[in-house]
């Protein structure tokens, strides 16, 4: 077996560049998806799209006759998933643009199809990509159930063999089922069964699970086949599930299913209440809380924290030394007793900046980041940030992050915007009177105050007016090292711009995945391959001390052979939350605060730490909160001003505000009508059955 190494890159840019007609922001990842989840899966070389050579039950016949026949197939089975980067546009989850992180002036004509489903244009009879997700998940769980009722007849078969595809196959079955579980609800869960193709339809109706009934599933799926994968994979193998990834996917399942919208909480009840299954009259999400499933949680991400490699951590948070452009950490810090201690006890040593934004920018060396518990290169992820770009530069100037997120970024001691300190004031009037350079990150001088003395993640991902954009790939004048503003009447404002909808409508754009030699416009100009980390560490932690948080009794939890008691013990919770915080150089939980206020400081620690990394959408319906913070409008600077007015807070002029759809119904997709149509026992998620 040979590891395919792919340059996708051309093809991807090719494509952009062919569907830009009319400068409209449309992108061709299809080429480069297939190819780049063949080169995170291994596969033979002589079979890159397998089922053109194996797609009838006769032909399977011949699969089976060799393992490495059957190998080539389990590889394209992979193949199947889709790329975890692509979240924007053309996506298969309805992703950042669905929550209140993003927003775009991008037609929707165009494949956003986040916006689509924010503005009600998505329908069970209208699911525009999401239709094809339901189904593609259904195929790759047949071809999982295929290659498992099989893997005793080829005879050249080895143990090692047999054990490497039960554990691969298993994982991917599991995690299709995974997917299907978080955007469309409880699936049909079918076992290791195979509907043959000349079935009748009552042989293939079937109703779907309980939501508690797919979680204990796909979770001993995935304990069942990490029995299989292996702990760490070489370079080349990058993105090939590992046991890590199949206890990360079992941590972040079990924190769902103990948060109030699946656990007997009130939202459980507005939400579910009467949703019954119709075939026997079972409720599809529990009304009755169990406070056991946080101790569940919290023993399956601790499971993942005490994994070790060589007598070390196996995982930790990426971060990287202090050096003489490492700015001193603020003064007068008094909340955290921890916070001016060395790295990892505390926030001295490393610096902020760089530690954040490096992991996802492409600086540091994608495959041996130890943050990644599960990640991937992602072509999708690296072609998407022509969406952030300076229209005027070649780029398309509108992926844009509402004020809220702005808002949300601390001041740089830890303190928020509202109640900053004499010695980090947090103002909206004036400009900054100097330039400051620090970390490799330029903070020009005459921008908004409101842009001083933020935290290191600020700078790391959000792009403001004024913002300094190197782009330093580029070698032709003008296409680098540029001051980029967003006023009405500068070159990338809305008065500024060639193309009506290619401006950021809140006055931001998304910088987080950029890297300062990216440059879309120009000669030479080049971007970073970047990878996307579908499970990073920081979850981990963050998870680990949510879960302690909701404990009031002690448990005793056996998982993986291992027991492991568990009760609300604030120490843990400050080990963990604060690893996050202080990575970030701010300071953490001082030990005194309550279970409210721990639970507030996690929710606000999840929406800046993840964003855009496809956490949100989940987060705030897992909590019960979504309808609350979803029905705020989304505001911004004022774009249809000068210089002078634009440092506004207003609601965009935009009737797209005013027409996002906040009902709860959007908790999942719809199953596609042709679906339920065709089973009668196949009901309809609550609030789309017309």
Known sequence: ??????????????????????????????????????????????????DNYFSDELKLDSIFAQTRYVEAYMWGTAAMFYDEGNLLQNQHTPGPLATDEAFTSFLTSHGYNGMRFVLGEITANSMHSFGSTWRNYYRIIRKCNTILARIDEPADMTTRDRFNIIGYTRFMRAYAYYNILMDFGPPILLGDEILESNASLPQYDRPRSTYDEAVEYICRELEAAAEYLPSTVSLMEFGVPTRGAAYGLIARIRLIHASPLYNGGAPARTYFGNWKRSTDGVLYVSQTYDEKRWAIAAAAAKRLIDMQASGASMYRLHTVQADSDTPALPEGVTSDPDYYKEWPDGAAGIDPLRSYSEMFNGESVIPVNPEYVWGRRSGALTASTQMSFPQRLDGWNGMSIP???????????????????????????????????????????????????????????????????????????????????????????????????????????????????????????????????????????????????????????????????????????????????????????????????????????????????????????????????????IRGMNVEGTKEVFYTRVIPNTSRIGARVVNRRLNWLPIPLDEVRLLPSLDQNPGWEN
């Open 1 to 50: 077996m040979n590891q395919l190494n792919i340059d996708t890159s051309r093809q991807t840019d090719a494509c952009n560049q062919n569907n830009r007609e009319n400068n409209k922001p449309t992108i061709c990842f299809s080429l480069a998806i297939l190819l780049l989840l063949l080169v995170s899966f291994p596969s033979c070389k002589d079979f890159l799209s397998v």
């Open 403 to 633: 004020q809220k997120v702005v808002d949300a970024y601390s001041m740089v001691d830890g303190r928020s915007i509202g109640k900053s300190s004499e010695t980090y004031p947090y103002r909206e009037n004036g400009f900054t009177g100097e330039m400051k350079t620090f970390s490799g990150y330029r903070l020009n001088a005459g921008i908004s105050n409101m842009y001083s003395n933020r935290e290191a993640r600020f700078y790391a991902s959000v792009g403001f007016s004024g913002c300094f954009w190197p782009m330093t790939s580029s070698t032709s004048s003008g296409y680098n090292n540029q001051t980029i503003t967003y006023y009405y009447d500068s070159p990338n404002g809305k008065g500024g711009v060639t193309a009506a909808q290619d401006y950021p409508i809140t006055g931001y754009v998304i910088k987080k995945f950029i890297h300062p030699s990216d440059a879309w416009g120009g000669t030479n100009a080049r971007r970073m391959e970047k990878g996307f980390p579908i499970i990073r560490y920081a979850e981990i932690l963050l998870s680990y001390a949510e879960a302690l948080n909701n404990l009031t009794g002690s448990h005793s939890i056996e998982i993986g052979g291992q027991t492991q008691i568990l009760d609300r013990n604030m120490e843990e919770i400050r080990k963990s939350f604060n690893q996050v915080r202080h990575r970030a150089g701010l300071p953490g939980l001082s030990g005194n605060e309550d279970v409210s206020e721990v639970q507030t400081q996690i929710q606000k620690e999840r929406f800046i730490e993840f964003l855009f990394e496809n956490r949100r959408y989940y987060d705030v319906r897992r909590w019960g909160i979504y309808e609350e913070v979803e029905s705020e409008p």
